[in-house]
């Protein structure tokens, strides 16, 4: 298993869902870099379950315990290591389905690769837990940005068909992803975030779950960070993203709706504004040309499929005697994984950017 990134920023993520612990060692950090712990667990507290019925009972603090690469408040520049203890464990609602397969997780494809010998409990390595250690490190990878004027945010664009107003992906500005952030339910519009939750809370009372989109966005980039072929900008944050569980999909600037736009209306023309700036008037490319950076916003969706977990009865097989089944799964469950995701999308493009950054002249 390989739960690893090895770009100019390496990131190790280790743990099971139901383990004593899970954590995450982080490679080739700038050292001297200040770090507000305050602050960082603010960011981790935006993906731990609400004290609502629209995410998961299961209960953690998600204090993370830093053992190296961290000294008198600042990074030394060796590995820095975190580790968080999982402290609300109910093992035990797994042990009647150790030999199901459930529909939409990576059990029968994690029993097939590893020979059986994988953790089942809560998914195991597979499991959303393993979020947490990734927030960590995208928010010491944020901290790192924000202090040279970078800043990324994301909202909830949709949920199963209710939609949030869209991020103005040429106007955007600092004070709007800051905005975003401070919302105890991440859209740009209220009566946006209202109906979402209303759709959440209907398809948890029917058992079942509902999936949606994360948009993304990082102000006050660059031009001139990434590199083609494979090691642009969009590869390494879409690497990284992919490593969120429950993504189905990513877009960039316009995504797909470029497969329907003649060349005259996708190609963003470019200007020089009043301060000498190179900007462009629209912003179909995310900001992103080539690989490389353009220094207008970075914008990103991604698709998030409904929670595989759901209570009602469904078929699926026994394999271990390879025999057709049912399976009723207990537990806790989001019945929307897409709200609690919003800062694994931040922390995944945090850990990109910087990755990159660190090629920057004068970084």
């Known amino acids: 298993?390989?739960?690893?990134?090895?770009?100019?920023?390496?990131?190790?993520?280790?743990?099971?869902?139901?383990?004593?612990?899970?954590?995450?060692?982080?490679?080739?950090?700038?050292s001297g870099e200040s770090i507000d712990m305050d602050k960082l667990c603010e960011f981790m507290g935006r993906r731990a379950p609400k004290k609502d019925k629209t995410s998961t009972q299961r209960r953690e603090k998600d204090i993370p315990s830093i053992m190296s690469g961290f000294?008198?408040?600042?990074?030394?520049?060796?590995?820095?290591?975190?580790?968080?203890?999982?402290?609300?464990?109910?093992?035990?609602?797994?042990?009647?389905?150790?030999?199901?397969?459930?529909?939409?997780?990576?059990?029968?494809?994690?029993?097939?690769?590893?020979?059986?010998?994988?953790?089942?409990?809560?998914?195991?390595?597979?499991?959303?837990?393993?979020?947490?250690?990734?927030?960590?490190?995208?928010?010491?990878?944020?901290?790192?940005?924000e202090r040279r004027g970078i800043y990324t945010g994301a909202h909830i664009l949709k949920i199963h068909g209710v939609r949030d107003v869209s991020i103005d992906s040429v106007n955007v500005s600092r004070d709007d992803v800051i905005a975003m952030r401070q919302k105890s339910f991440p859209t740009i519009s209220d009566k946006a975030g209202e109906k979402m939750i209303n759709e959440i809370e209907a398809a948890r009372l029917n058992l079942d779950s509902v999936g949606g989109i994360v948009e993304c966005v990082t102000v006050n980039l660059p031009a001139g960070i990434g590199s083609p072929m494979f090691d642009g900008l969009e590869n390494t944050i879409a690497q990284l993203v992919f490593g969120i569980p429950a993504v189905k999909g990513i877009e960039f600037g316009a995504g797909f709706e470029v497969s329907d736009m003649y060349g005259s209306e996708d190609n963003d023309e470019f200007y020089v504004d009043e301060k000498g700036h190179v900007k462009t008037r629209t912003n179909n490319h995310g900001g992103i040309l080539g690989g490389i950076s353009s220094g207008m916003?970075?914008?990103?969706?991604?698709?998030?499929?409904?929670?595989?977990?759901?209570?009602?009865?469904?078929?699926?097989?026994?394999?271990?005697?390879?025999?057709?089944?049912?399976?009723?799964?207990?537990?806790?469950?989001?019945?929307?994984?897409?709200?609690?995701?919003?800062?694994?999308?931040?922390?995944?493009?945090?850990?990109?950017?910087?990755?990159?950054?660190?090629?920057?002249?004068?970084?």
Not at 8 to 13: A, N
Not at 92 to 112: E, F, K, M, Q, W
Not at 301 to 315: D, E
Not at 343 to 358: D, G, K, R, T, Y
């Open 1 to 30: 298993m390989s739960s690893m990134i090895s770009g100019r920023i390496g990131v190790s993520i280790f743990g099971e869902s139901h383990g004593p612990a899970i954590g995450v060692v982080i490679d080739n950090l700038p």
């Open 71 to 145: 000294f008198n408040g600042k990074t030394t520049g060796t590995p820095l290591c975190a580790v968080i203890q999982n402290t609300d464990r109910h093992s035990s609602d797994y042990g009647n389905i150790a030999t199901l397969a459930r529909p939409g997780h990576a059990d029968y494809t994690g029993v097939v690769r590893y020979r059986g010998f994988n953790d089942i409990r809560g998914g195991g390595h597979f499991s959303g837990r393993l979020t947490a250690p990734l927030c960590f490190a995208g928010a010491v990878c944020g901290q790192i940005l």
């Open 297 to 363: 916003p970075i914008t990103l969706r991604v698709a998030f499929k409904p929670t595989s977990s759901i209570s009602r009865p469904q078929h699926t097989i026994n394999y271990s005697n390879m025999t057709n089944d049912t399976i009723t799964i207990k537990g806790r469950h989001d019945p929307c994984v897409v709200p609690r995701a919003v800062p694994c999308v931040e922390a995944a493009v945090n850990i990109a950017l910087l990755s990159h950054m660190l090629d920057y002249p004068n970084f």
